[in-house]
C-alpha cells in the first residue's frame, strides 16, 4: 500500500507564513509529480503549486510570488512555503503524488487526507 501524509497545516494572521509538508510511504517504484491542491467551502478544489519529477514548476496565479513549492526525493516529500498569507488562501489543503507502485506498471494519483489552512484578517 502507499500512503500520503500531510503536516503543518494551522491558524496564522494575515501576512503571516505557514510550511505544508506531505510524505508518501509504502510500496513506491518511482514518484512522478506532487502537488498541492487547495478547497475552500462552497468553491471547487483547485491546484496551488505542482512540481515534476525534472523539477519543472507550477504555481496558480494568486499565489504567485508568495508560494513556492520544492521536493526531497530521497525523503519521497514534497514541502509549500505559504508567506504573505491572505484571508483569502483559507482552506483545505490537499497533496497529491503521481507514483508507481512497486509491482505495477502504471502511474496513479494519490491524495493526502487534507491540512487546514486558516487565515485570519
Known amino acids: 500500500q502507499v500512503q500520503v501524509v500531510e503536516s503543518g497545516g494551522g491558524l496564522v494572521q494575515a501576512g503571516g507564513s505557514l510550511r505544508l509538508s506531505c510524505a508518501a510511504s509504502?510500496?513506491?517504484?518511482?514518484?512522478?509529480?506532487m502537488g498541492w491542491y487547495r478547497q475552500a467551502p462552497g468553491k471547487q478544489r483547485e491546484v496551488v503549486a505542482r512540481?515534476?519529477?525534472?523539477?519543472?514548476?507550477h504555481l496558480a496565479d494568486s499565489v504567485k510570488g508568495r508560494f513556492a513549492i520544492n521536493r526531497d526525493d530521497a525523503k519521497n516529500t514534497v514541502y509549500l512555503q505559504m508567506n504573505s498569507l491572505k484571508p483569502e488562501d483559507t482552506a483545505v489543503y490537499y497533496c497529491?503524488?503521481?507514483?508507481?507502485?512497486?509491482?505495477?506498471?502504471?502511474?496513479?494519483?494519490?491524495w493526502g487526507q487534507g491540512t487546514q489552512v486558516t487565515v485570519s484578517s
Open positions: 497529491n503524488v503521481n507514483l508507481i507502485p512497486r509491482r505495477n506498471t502504471y502511474a496513479s494519483n494519490y
Open positions: 509504502g510500496s513506491i517504484f518511482s514518484i512522478n509529480a
Open positions: 512540481i515534476t519529477s525534472a523539477g519543472g514548476i
